[in-house]
């Protein structure tokens, strides 16, 4: 892995962002936890949910307020300062999409926090905000090649096709490991991170989404302060959508990254596909709750809340490692390897835990 000349330079503006990022989401949380409690939008406790009071749901608006200011600030900077990257290579509707489809993202997540919305109507809202990120010319155009060194380009539709399903599968993906303290939230600021880093390679040389990803990551920590065990707030559907939104474009903007995002979120991404499919054999919806993902096996087989969140942030930031590190071709024969791995790994935890498994 070696990273472009500029990346030292880009250093003190990945700091600046990040530290700001997370001072102005540690403020901003409380203010909206109040906001949201206030209006009785809460989560209660049921047979899934492991908070033992009603807590205020919601609290990913704080991350979005945060990411939108600074990741705003630095498009109108524009590179105006020594080191700071300017947003060459990306034109304004990209960064219109980014932006207004995250905000767009967080708005249906919001109504569904307030209302309840049904499954169907939380799809087509995910589904509605990736069509905006096509219209704003955020579409994969190609992908890396596993079996050379030749990235494997795709046709208009078979882009905006694969668009799609990325940005709503990362959505979903986050939405299904949302179920204990901070997971999410520490999932997502680990592939921030990694996103960031990869951003600053040669391989990429996308410094200014190098510092958007850092941003983001920075606003995840200073979110994460109130959101660990025990939270006193939980991200809601509209924090869940806009990370998962924002996630997505941020591995496609500049040279699509979404192999190596596609490692480094393998856990919650895996633990959604083995979800869907245990779901689908016992013939119920894709979407009906239960208590079958990763954290709940964990649980259920001795493990804390807290190291079992622990333990999950190790499996994520080692494969973060590991998609630095290796080839195209390597991270995805890692990636399919972690999923036969974890579907093992459920079907003991799973035993262990007295449950009768297909």
Avoid at 101 to 121: E, K, N
Wanted: include cysteine; charge should be positive.
């Amino acid at each position: 892995m070696s990273f472009i000349q500029t990346a030292g330079a880009a250093v003190p503006s990945i700091v600046v962002a990040f530290v700001i990022a997370a001072i102005l989401a540690l403020v901003a949380t409380p203010v909206v936890r109040d906001f949201v409690r206030g209006r009785g939008i809460l989560d209660h406790p049921n047979e899934r949910r492991v908070n033992r009071r009603p807590l205020p749901r919601g609290g990913g608006v704080a991350v979005l307020v945060a990411f939108t200011i600074v990741g705003g600030a630095l498009v109108l900077l524009n590179g105006a300062f020594p080191g700071t990257p300017s947003v060459a290579g990306l034109g304004p509707n990209q960064l219109a999409g980014l932006f207004v489809g995250g905000l767009l993202a967080a708005v249906i997540g919001a109504v569904d926090d307030a209302l309840d919305l049904r499954a169907r109507w939380q799809f087509l809202g995910q589904a509605g905000v990736a069509f905006v990120a096509v219209w704003a010319g955020i579409t994969v155009v190609s992908i890396g090649n596993p079996f050379g060194s030749e990235s494997i380009p795709f046709p208009a539709w078979a882009g905006i096709a694969f668009t799609v399903v990325w940005i709503v599968g990362m959505i979903n993906s986050l939405n299904f490991i949302d179920g204990l303290d901070g997971l999410s939230t520490g999932i997502a600021l680990i592939a921030a991170v990694t996103l960031g880093v990869l951003s600053l390679t040669l391989q990429v040389n996308q410094p200014f989404v190098a510092v958007l990803c850092f941003a983001l990551a920075g606003a995840l920590l200073g979110f994460l302060r109130w959101n660990f065990y025990p939270a006193v707030v939980f991200q809601g559907s509209a924090g869940v959508m806009f990370l998962g939104y924002t996630l997505a474009v941020l591995a496609i903007l500049g040279t699509a990254k979404v192999i190596v995002a596609l490692l480094v979120l393998g856990v919650p991404i895996i633990d959604s596909f083995w979800v869907i499919v245990r779901r689908l054999y016992s013939g119920r919806s894709p979407f009906a709750p239960d208590r079958g993902h990763i954290h709940h096996r964990l649980l259920d087989v001795g493990l804390s809340h807290r190291n079992t969140v622990l333990l999950i942030y190790a499996m994520c930031a080692t494969l973060g490692l590991m998609s630095l590190v290796v080839s195209v071709s390597t991270g995805l024969y890692a990636f399919l390897a972690v999923l036969v791995a974890f579907g093992v790994l459920l079907f003991v935890l799973g035993r262990g835990a007295g449950e009768e498994l297909p």
